[in-house]
């Protein structure tokens, strides 16, 4: 059982180019999120998703893009690097949101903007 | 007002003590209460859930929840060097979960 799987583990981009960083789950968990973790800053939700087809911003959406085509993917795109953007990400998945179930994370991606 | 505070730290303390981590909320309407770890440069890692009044033990870790007070703590009892992390307070309102940014403990061999 695998979990939550995030590729790439790092990455350098350069301003102005474009990314897509890949999220899949193997738990058949309906609920996916999207992190940013900024040092000293805590997790803040940049996208989530209730089920395949369904998706919403969270608290920092501006500068990234989110489809759920299937229950088991979540990529979330980067158009337009910018220096802000570096951080690191972590992809998430639940049953359901007031379960009593936490998430459980993917291992992140370290993404620096130069 | 942030959704979810918690006191930045850094807590030390001695091996084999009690570690006392503290969390308070704003969203009354929050049922699920969680507690994470997380090592530098790891992901956050599930420890303890709660959602009902009073405490939930589950071996050396103990969470309090006081919904009237809109407060959550962790108890770490015989507190050991490998408990030396960052940890995370999360409320689940609806939806999506809220973080808190975290406390860092040290444990002092």
């Known amino acids: 059982n695998a979990g939550v799987t995030q590729t790439p583990k790092f990455r350098i981009l350069k301003i102005g180019q474009s990314m897509t960083l890949q999220c899949a789950q193997d738990?058949?968990?309906?609920?996916m999120y999207w992190y940013r973790q900024d040092p000293g800053m805590g997790l803040k939700l940049i996208y989530y998703s209730v089920g395949a087809g369904i998706t919403d911003k969270g608290e920092v959406p501006n500068g990234y893009n989110v489809s759920r085509s299937t229950t088991e993917d979540f990529p979330l795109r980067l158009e337009l690097a910018a220096p802000s953007q570096t951080s690191v990400y972590f992809c998430?998945?639940?049953?359901?949101?007031?379960?009593?179930?936490?998430?459980?994370f993917g291992s992140g991606t370290r993404l620096t903007v130069v | 007002q942030k959704e979810v505070e918690q006191n930045s730290g850094p807590l030390s303390v001695p091996e084999g003590a009690i570690a006392s981590l503290n969390c308070t909320y704003s969203d009354r309407g929050s049922q699920s209460f969680f507690w994470y770890r997380q090592y530098s440069g790891k992901s956050p890692e599930l420890i303890m859930s709660i959602y009902s009044n009073g405490d939930k033990e589950d071996g050396r870790f103990t969470a309090q929840l006081n919904k009237a007070s809109q407060y959550v703590s962790l108890l770490i009892r015989d507190s050991q060097p490998s408990d030396s992390a960052t940890y995370l307070c999360?409320?689940?309102?609806?939806?999506?979960?809220?973080f808190g940014t975290g406390t860092s403990l040290t444990v002092i061999p």
């Open positions: 738990m058949n968990h309906n609920y």
């Open positions: 999360a409320v689940n309102p609806g939806n999506q979960f809220y």
């Open positions: 998430a998945s639940s049953y359901g949101s007031g379960s009593g179930v936490g998430y459980t």
